[in-house]
């Protein structure tokens, strides 16, 4: 839908009424940025000291913070203003779920990913991990297996872990430098008491979108094992290089009868301190209704006033900012490739196809684990994730956040590029 029919719509469904007098005129129209790179700039660093950010907590003694999955910029100023319009009302009282809501979600997954989401699939829900403990609780029993393909995004087996449940691995494989998933492998993992695959699309922190030829044979494979699949889909909204995102649930009929999406505007807006900003899309009504009785039992379907303003901002306005900020993104991945390829020998960085994260390949400086992290966090001040936090196969790499300006990248290559000539 063009962006002029969605806003007639948006008014038809209230929307307008229902949001704040004014935020939505000014989502849609008054907050417009000029153009590309007029209104925001990714090459200013931004001081983040004193606003309790985690990941810059880390950056001490002159060290870089480029661990934690958030990004460095500030958000874009159309959901910036959105958020100053709400505040600006002060109230911030008991909030219901506006129509606008709905259609945003429904507008952006139309426009940006390609998928027809039908109102009824579409839900508020916590934060993604939040959503996927919820889900584990809803379709799983203790001592239940929940698959997950490692090296992947480490809460997805710790909270299964901690739940109770069994975690099983399937771990990718990795053939000339890129990943694949094992789909023979998953044929023999899966048993009778296997009920869910806990699917990273695009996944962290390889970086891989996944292809819809892919994620069908995997549809196909486990709804045949009568599995169900989990799809964290929150750094959809940045793939690299003009690729495009594969919503799982769009990929064919059968990722619709077994699928539940997890995703949220945090990533790609860089809102992750406003938790419970998720979503989730669920197409089969079974699962959806299984899954929201334990979300209303819980009281956690009901997101802040600020998510919602934060959202709706966020998928109604053209996507300007965002495209501008995956094209720096992708710019500043050829940046570290070219310059990683260039030397150090040892370290090969594993080109993402969607997010700022860069998964570098160490295992070429033959270090023990604790010395590669002493390397990077301790020699080089460069604070990163541990590859081996990942799960099966992240022994030996690290992971790298690029999500911040240019300069600051530059000093960590090169920190890392004289920490490992004085190996
Ligand atoms: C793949 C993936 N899923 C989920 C999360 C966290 O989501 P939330 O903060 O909504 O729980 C992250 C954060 O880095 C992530 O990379």
New binding site residues.
């Given amino acids: 839908m063009k962006r002029r029919a969605f806003l007639k719509s948006a008014a038809a469904a209230g929307a307008a009424s229902l949001l704040p007098a004014g935020v939505l005129g000014s989502v849609l129209s008054g907050c417009k940025p000029a153009g590309a790179g007029a209104s925001w700039n990714f090459d200013e660093v931004i001081d983040r000291s004193g606003t309790w950010s985690i990941k810059q907590s880390r950056a001490v003694d002159g060290k870089l913070a480029m661990w934690?999955?958030?990004m460095d910029f500030k958000t874009d100023p159309v959901v910036r203003a959105a958020l100053e319009q709400r505040i600006d009302r002060d109230v911030m009282g008991y909030t219901f779920t506006p129509e606008a809501y709905y259609e945003a979600l429904m507008h952006w997954e139309r426009t940006r990913h390609g998928f027809e989401v039908e109102r009824e699939w579409v839900g508020a829900c916590?934060?993604?991990?939040?959503?996927?403990c919820q889900a584990y609780l809803t379709f799983t029993e203790p001592g239940d297996r929940i698959v997950v393909q490692p090296p992947?995004?480490n809460?997805?087996r710790d909270f299964a872990v901690r739940l109770g449940r069994e975690v099983v691995d399937n771990p990718l494989v990795c053939r000339d430098g890129r990943y694949e998933m094992d789909l023979e492998g998953l044929e023999r993992v899966l048993d009778a008491r296997t009920k869910v695959l806990v699917l990273?699309n695009p996944?962290?922190?390889v970086g891989i979108l996944w292809s819809r030829e892919t994620l069908a044979r995997l549809a196909e494979i486990c709804e045949r094992h009568g599995v169900i699949v989990f799809s964290?889909e929150?750094?959809a909204d940045l793939p690299l290089y003009g690729r495009r995102h594969v919503p799982f649930c769009s990929a064919c009929d059968a990722a619709a009868r077994i699928g539940l999406t997890?995703a949220?505007p945090?990533?790609s807006f860089n809102l992750?301190g406003l938790?419970g900003?998720?979503y989730c899309i669920i197409p089969d009504p079974e699962k959806r209704k299984r899954f929201y009785d334990t979300l209303r039992s819980v009281k956690q379907s009901e997101p802040s006033v600020l998510s919602l303003v934060a959202t709706i901002a966020a998928y109604t306005h053209e996507p300007e900012w965002l495209d501008s900020l995956t094209h720096y993104l992708d710019g500043t991945v050829d940046y570290v490739m070219d310059s990683l390829e260039a030397g150090p020998a040892g370290i090969k960085a594993v080109r993402p196809e969607a997010?700022f994260?860069v998964w570098l390949d160490c295992r070429g400086l033959q270090l023990s684990q604790p010395d590669l992290m002493h390397l990077f966090n301790e020699e080089a001040g460069v604070v990163v994730n541990d590859g081996s936090s990942y799960g099966t196969g992240g022994e030996g790499f690290v992971r790298l956040n690029v999500g911040c300006p240019r300069s600051v990248v530059a000093e960590a290559v090169s920190r890392i590029r004289d920490a490992v000539a004085k190996l």
Wanted: with cysteine; hydrophobic share 40%; glycine share 6%.
């Fill in positions: 934690i999955a958030d916590p934060g993604v991990i939040g959503s996927i992947v995004y809460p997805f990273c996944h962290n922190p964290d929150i750094h997890f949220a945090t990533k992750a938790t900003t998720a997010s994260l």
